[in-house]
Nanobody
Framework: QVQLVESGGGLVQAGGSLRLSCAAA????????MSWFRQAPGKEREFVAT????????YYADSVKGRFTISRDNAQNTVYLQMNSLKPEDTAVYYC????????????????WGQGTQVTVSS
């Protein structure tokens, strides 16, 4: 099993930036496809971004494309989400998630989850 711990959330004004981190323990991160999801109050958990295990291929939700960047440092066992040009509608709890095989934008396909970190964007 792998344990995931997110950090880096907080309160930021619209147009600002935050960098989220997801540190893994228990297993090497290189075994997993890693993704970020978010969940706003009263809404379903939604896909944000994903990164492949080895070649660095990335995919983004249309709502964050061009503003967010996912990256991974397998040596540090950490995945990052750089968020720029933040908007109030980006306000949510952000979760990192891991799965072994294949890309998926469905949260139901992921095996391991962090506890989440709150991101609040004020207008």
């Amino acid at each position: 099993q792998v344990q995931l711990v997110e950090s880096g959330g907080g309160l930021v004004q619209a147009g600002g930036s935050l960098r989220l981190s997801c540190a893994a323990a228990g297993r090497t991160l290189s075994r997993y496809v890693m993704s970020w999801f978010r969940q706003a109050p009263g809404k379903e958990r939604e896909f944000v971004a994903t990164i492949s295990r080895s070649d660095g291929s990335t995919y983004y939700a249309d709502s964050v494309k061009g503003r967010f960047t996912i990256s991974r440092d397998n040596a540090q066992n950490t995945v990052y989400l750089q968020m720029n040009s933040l908007k109030p509608e980006d306000t949510a709890v952000y979760y990192c998630a891991a799965k072994i095989l294949g890309y998926s934008s469905s949260w139901r396909a992921y095996d391991y989850w962090g506890q989440g970190t709150q991101v609040t964007v004020s207008s």
